[in-house]
């Protein structure tokens, strides 16, 4: 038989015209959100496992959301550093669980691929929930869930994403966020300019990459700031957090320096005074919380895209 | 030092009718009579009632293969291989003698695990296992393992393979002190502080990925400093699979400069990509890892031209769960042995006496064994053969090997050339391409 599932493990199982219908579909289930009863019967008699080898609760929290707002069916494996987390038994897991009879895995690993590897052993459908520092598709499209609505809302009609320019800011290199991000926003037209020390940007054909933040600032639409962990400063990547901040930083002077137009984001959670030092909420283009509320609308979409058939339709 | 396998045979011995030779003297169609461990004899050999007639028409009767590098597993691990189904392995590979890497629980480092692989070997029968001993004392780059004592027992090529000596002043005495006693070291090249957590090639498609990288300059330094020490010390060193373009340089230039530097590639550097770890399949993770495209034609290039001495599988087997877990956690490391001809064959624009030259007299060399294999195949040498189909198209299915393991990389790649028969000391130890024990 052939094999008709559907997988978002990566934004490369997507083509344009499928990205933009999830960007569609986003729409409306944002719609579903603003309700006062926000749960429509969509997904009725689905189930959705979460499989998290890593610890992420906010991430975790915004599936199940959007699991039962479409009234689907939630099972959660939270695997914190068990012998599990180093992968001995990752496909006996798999196996044992998907035969609970489940429709998708929502999955998180440490460990760049995993999703891959378990679409291989299960018949379910397959969402990459983050993966290592290779991708984290959802995160990517509620990224751009939120510029394009954001734009429109701002600037009074849907200006679209062709030639739109776009400053990654930060580790790159360690970043699923970015790697995402960069490649949907590829898809779409946008111009990416990857910028941070050479240390953290990984040789890629898909962005521009510099370490002259000052010098992009102004040809901005969009700032993305990535979060930077302490962990790079042992590995020699970069000085110190100080010296990271003084020259990658959002600062005052900086933030001063952007357009009236020009969009804030950050994946979350955020180190002020790592990599922002100025008060996001004092910035008229900050959407990090916006961000927020759209993970569950654009984790909807992927759900619905995903598990609807023919016989389940959005509908109150 | 006799390693003969008892055998029962007929007075007139086994007769390879129908043939072509293929050795380092050239090729001639003739054929081959067996008697006792030997070649008898070889010609135009008449019907004789007393011989075992064995029709190889069309085939080629070569000297046995000699593999410099085999991971055998035992002692240790040997949920992944043993003595006896590695070396059943070589044999179906047309192989009558291996090199078997020291990196087992415990260490080869002392006589008592060098005679314990040995024997083990022996008694499996299926081909000569010929430890190898670790350069350093529990191959932990610190303390050399005891040289001549091993060399007594007739070790003949020190490795820290698995890791490679990082310290460059414990390599420059390593050198001085086994040059003089006529023994090889054997490098692993990677400078390991380049390499940290790397799981495959750095480059555009590991960055895609989202996986650490194992740039090809960890390798090429430490082949620049072994160069260099070899220049100094006057002693010679074999660089285990080679897999850059700049590597297969520098052991050219080293050549060139009359230096006694030996250097081997792996069928796998010369038939895969790194665009394959794009299924994050751990198959196709190996140390070193899978190169580019142009890498694969550099090393190939080096094996057409001389540059590089031998083709040794670095056949690593693992258990499926080992390399059930996600790509950073699994071990890297490939089956090798049954498959090297065929990928070898199907990959390399070279004749076939000069492949053979790679995968039997040549490695015989470096492994200081060519008193017994990749032998002239004449009256008087040791019956170590392999009778080869070299132009037989097949397909790897891993349920079917001898290995213990079936993490072959080579489920989908057209392979060409296969062994027939091989025969160990006279005794067919695979007999249509099966193994007799």
Same mark, same amino acid.
């Given at each position: ?16 015209? @499928? ?22 019967? =969509? ?22 959301? =959007? @699991? ?57 459908? +397959? ?24 734009? =429109? ?42 910028? /941070? ?17 000052? /010098? ?18 042992? @590995? ?50 900050? +959407? ?6 759209? /993970? ?21 | 030092?006799?390693?003969? $396998?008892? *055998? ?50 069309? &085939? ?26 590695? *070396?059943?392995?070589?044999? &179906? ?19 008592? $695990? ?9 008694? !499996? ?42 310290? %460059? ?41 989202? &996986?650490?990288?194992?740039? #090809? ?53 010369? *038939? ?21 495209? !142009? ?20 056949? #690593? ?10 790509? %950073?956690? !699994? ?12 990928? #070898?064959?199907?990959?390399? %624009? ?77 005794? !067919? ?9």
């Amino acid at each position: 038989m052939m094999d008709t599932r559907r997988h978002l493990r990566g934004i490369g199982d997507l083509d344009r015209a @499928a990205l933009e219908r999830l960007l569609d579909l986003t729409d409306h289930m944002a719609e579903v959100g603003r309700r006062a009863n926000p749960k429509v019967p =969509a997904l009725r008699g689905r189930t959705m496992c979460n499989l998290f080898f890593e610890d992420s609760t906010r991430t975790r929290m915004s599936f199940d959301t =959007a @699991a039962k707002r479409l009234s689907a069916d939630t099972m959660t494996l939270a695997v914190g550093s068990s012998s599990v987390n180093k992968g001995e038994s990752l496909r006996d897991t798999v196996e044992t669980l998907g035969a609970m009879g489940v429709d998708a895995f929502v999955v998180r690993h440490r460990s760049s691929g995993v999703p891959w590897r378990i679409a291989e052993w299960t018949e379910a459908s +397959v969402i990459n929930a983050g993966d290592g520092w290779h991708q984290h598709p959802t995160q990517a499209l509620l990224d751009l869930y939120t510029i394009r609505s954001e734009r =429109a809302r701002r600037l009074g009609e849907d200006a679209g994403f062709e030639g739109l320019r776009v400053g990654v800011i930060g580790d790159i290199r360690h970043s699923r966020v970015a790697r995402s991000l960069t490649e949907a926003l590829g898809l779409l037209g946008a111009v990416v300019v990857h910028i /941070g020390p050479r240390t953290l940007m990984p040789p890629t054909p898909l962005a521009r990459s510099t370490d002259d933040l000052d /010098g992009e600032l102004e040809d901005l639409d969009v700032v993305y700031l990535l979060r930077m962990q302490n962990e790079r400063m042992d @590995a020699a990547l970069i000085p110190s957090g100080e010296e990271y901040t003084r020259r990658f930083a959002l600062d005052p002077q900086r933030a001063g320096r952007l357009g009236e137009h020009v969009l804030v984001m950050h994946p979350g959670p955020m180190n002020r005074g790592v990599e922002i030092t100025v008060d996001p909420t004092t910035l008229p283009g900050a +959407v990090v919380t916006t961000q927020v509320t759209n /993970g569950i609308a654009a984790r909807m979409a992927v759900l619905f895209d995903l598990l609807g058939g023919v016989e389940t339709e959005v509908s109150a | 030092m006799s390693e003969r $396998v008892e *055998s029962v045979q007929p007075r007139g011995g086994t007769v390879l009718r129908g043939g072509t030779v293929i050795d380092v003297a050239g090729e001639r169609r003739v054929d081959v009579r067996l008697v006792d461990g030997r070649i008898a004899e070889t010609g135009d050999l008449p019907a004789d009632g007393d011989a075992e007639v064995i029709d190889v028409t069309g &085939l080629v009767v070569a000297p046995g293969f000699v593999d410099l590098h085999t991971h055998l597993r035992e002692p240790g691990m040997t949920e992944a291989e043993t003595i006896e189904t590695g *070396s059943r392995a070589a044999a &179906l590979g047309g192989y009558t003698a291996v090199v078997a890497m020291p990196n087992t629980d415990p260490t080869q480092d002392c006589v008592s $695990v060098v005679e314990f692989v040995r024997s083990q070997g022996r008694s !499996a029968g299926l081909c000569d296992v010929h430890p190898s001993g670790s350069i350093t004392v529990g191959r932990a780059g610190e303390q050399l393992t005891p040289f001549a004592e091993l060399a007594s027992v007739g070790v003949h090529l020190f490795t820290d393979d698995g890791s490679g000596v990082q310290d %460059d002043g414990l390599m420059r005495r390593a050198l001085e002190y086994a040059g003089e006693l006529g023994l090889v070291l054997a490098q692993h090249c990677e400078v390991s502080s380049m390499t940290t957590g790397a799981v495959m090639h750095e480059g555009e498609c590991c960055s895609h990925l989202g &996986l650490p990288g194992w740039p #090809a300059l960890a390798e090429e330094l430490m082949v620049h400093r072994d160069i260099e020490l070899v220049r100094l010390t006057g002693a010679p060193v074999h660089l285990l699979h080679l897999s850059t373009a700049r590597s297969v340089a520098l052991v050219r230039a080293a050549k060139a400069d009359g230096l006694p530097v030996t250097a081997e590639a792996t069928p796998h550097h010369i *038939s895969l990509t790194d665009e394959r770890l794009g299924s994050f399949d751990p198959l196709f993770k190996v140390n070193p890892p899978l190169r580019t495209m !142009a890498d694969v034609e550099a090393v190939r290039d080096g094996l057409v031209d001389g540059t590089i001495d031998a083709i040794a599988t670095d056949h #690593a087997p693992h258990p499926p769960q080992a390399k059930e877990r996600p790509l %950073d956690a !699994a071990p890297p490391g490939m089956l090798g042995l049954e498959t090297a001809f065929g990928v #070898a064959r199907a990959h390399l %624009d070279l004749e076939l006496r000069e492949l053979i030259g790679l995968m039997s007299w040549r490695p015989a060399a470096i492994a200081g064994l060519a008193d017994r294999h990749g032998r002239p195949v004449e009256a008087g040498e040791p019956a170590n053969l392999a009778v080869l189909d070299p132009d037989g198209r097949w397909t790897v299915d891993p349920g079917r090997l001898a290995s213990r393991s079936t993490n072959t990389p080579f489920t989908d790649v057209p392979l060409v050339g296969r062994t027939r028969h091989t025969f160990l000391h006279g005794v !067919a130890v695979v007999r249509d391409g099966v193994a007799t024990r």
